[in-house]
């Protein structure tokens, strides 16, 4: 593949998607494209490597169709198995390439030197991964996605399971203010 080919257009589902990691995908799902801060990919890899559960734990369904552990259970931290040598360092990484006749799979990691997420920097980090693995990915933006309408979107959220409807009013309208002075520019 050559970076003359189309141009493949990333989006994400998420409100926030600069949060920590999000993950961008393509319209027809057959690539992905992971982005993580130093901080996420630090932690996933010391709670990978250094926390075990042990004990005998049963996963069990809910009444509202979640699920849950439930058991006799105990975390065993244990730092001295932390290898600095399975720790990914900032970078970008193709995880997983999947051809046949018919369709493309491509997973990739984008680990940035950051312990935040920007739309600028992800699409910096976007364009050296075009440029190592010969790809034409691009980011769709959406305008709610971006600071700091995607805060207070999450925000109210949180605001809605907790307060009363006069604060989740105010918190619309403020939002809806934001988008559009940015939808302005």
């Given at each position: 593949?050559?970076?003359?080919?189309?141009?493949?257009?990333?989006?994400?589902?998420?409100?926030?998607?600069?949060?920590?990691?999000?993950?961008?995908?393509?319209?027809?799902?057959?690539?992905?494209?992971?982005?993580?801060?130093?901080?996420?990919?630090?932690?996933?890899?010391w709670?990978?490597?250094?926390?075990?559960?042990?004990?005998?734990?049963?996963?069990?369904?809910?009444?509202?169709?979640?699920?849950?552990?439930?058991?006799?259970?105990?975390?065993?931290?244990?730092?001295?198995?932390?290898?600095?040598?399975?720790?990914?360092?900032?970078?970008?990484?193709?995880?997983?390439v999947?051809?046949?006749?018919?369709?493309?799979?491509?997973?990739?990691?984008?680990?940035v030197?950051?312990?935040?997420?920007?739309?600028?920097?992800?699409?910096?980090?976007?364009?050296?991964?075009?440029?190592?693995f010969?790809?034409?990915?691009?980011?769709?933006?959406?305008?709610?996605?971006?600071?700091?309408?995607?805060?207070?979107?999450?925000?109210?959220?949180?605001?809605?399971?907790?307060?009363?409807?006069?604060?989740?009013?105010?918190?619309?309208?403020?939002?809806?203010?934001?988008?559009?002075?940015?939808?302005?520019?």
């Amino acid at each position: 593949m050559s970076n003359s080919e189309k141009e493949v257009q990333l989006e994400s589902l998420s409100v926030n998607p600069f949060k920590c990691w999000s993950d961008w995908h393509d319209s027809d799902g057959k690539a992905v494209v992971t982005f993580e801060t130093m901080t996420h990919n630090l932690w996933n890899s010391w709670e990978s490597q250094c926390i075990s559960i042990k004990g005998d734990p049963e996963l069990v369904e809910t009444s509202d169709g979640n699920y849950r552990l439930e058991g006799e259970t105990e975390q065993e931290l244990r730092p001295e198995k932390f290898d600095a040598d399975r720790f990914r360092k900032p970078g970008v990484y193709r995880d997983s390439v999947h051809r046949d006749d018919e369709r493309v799979d491509e997973a990739y990691t984008v680990i940035v030197s950051k312990n935040f997420l920007a739309p600028e920097l992800c699409r910096k980090y976007i364009e050296k991964l075009n440029e190592e693995f010969e790809r034409n990915f691009s980011l769709n933006i959406k305008d709610e996605q971006r600071p700091p309408v995607s805060e207070l979107k999450v925000l109210k959220h949180s605001i809605e399971r907790e307060y009363d409807e006069k604060i989740v009013e105010k918190f619309e309208g403020l939002i809806q203010d934001l988008e559009a002075e940015n939808s302005d520019k």
